[in-house]
């Protein structure tokens, strides 16, 4: 069982940078795989970034590219998503999701947080 909390998420301007952190309750975080989604308003969520338990694979929808970067400390069981560049379509609930197992966009992940609001303004 692992419990996720996200924080960091805020307003902020067009152009500014956010870091989102995501700590994971439980002793075993090494292994499992990362994830970062979001969801816009009456938008279905989508899949942001993955890292896998070592940090050593990570993947990256192609709308964040060169633009966010995802990490992991597995001594603080925390993951993060550094954030800039943003833009107003960046505007959603973050949400960190955990899965044992490979990294990626798709299948089930088994543990998700609450979710952090991020609102960039134009």
């Known amino acids: 069982q692992v419990q996720l909390v996200e924080s960091g998420g805020g307003l902020v301007q067009a152009g500014g940078s956010l870091r989102l952190s995501c700590a994971a309750s439980?002793?075993?975080?090494?292994?499992?795989?990362m994830g970062w989604f979001r969801q816009a308003p009456g938008k279905e969520r989508e899949f942001v970034a993955s890292i896998s338990r070592s940090g050593g694979l990570i993947w990256y929808e192609d709308f964040v590219k060169g633009r966010f970067t995802i990490s992991r400390d597995n001594a603080k069981n925390t993951v993060y998503l550094q954030m800039n560049s943003l833009k107003p379509e960046d505007t959603a609930v973050y949400y960190c999701?955990?899965?044992?197992?490979?990294?990626?966009?798709?299948?089930?992940?088994?543990?998700w947080g609450q979710g952090t609001q991020v609102t960039v303004s134009s």
């Open positions: 439980g002793r075993t975080f090494s292994s499992y795989a």
């Open positions: 999701a955990a899965r044992p197992g490979i990294p990626g966009s798709s299948g089930k992940y088994d543990y």
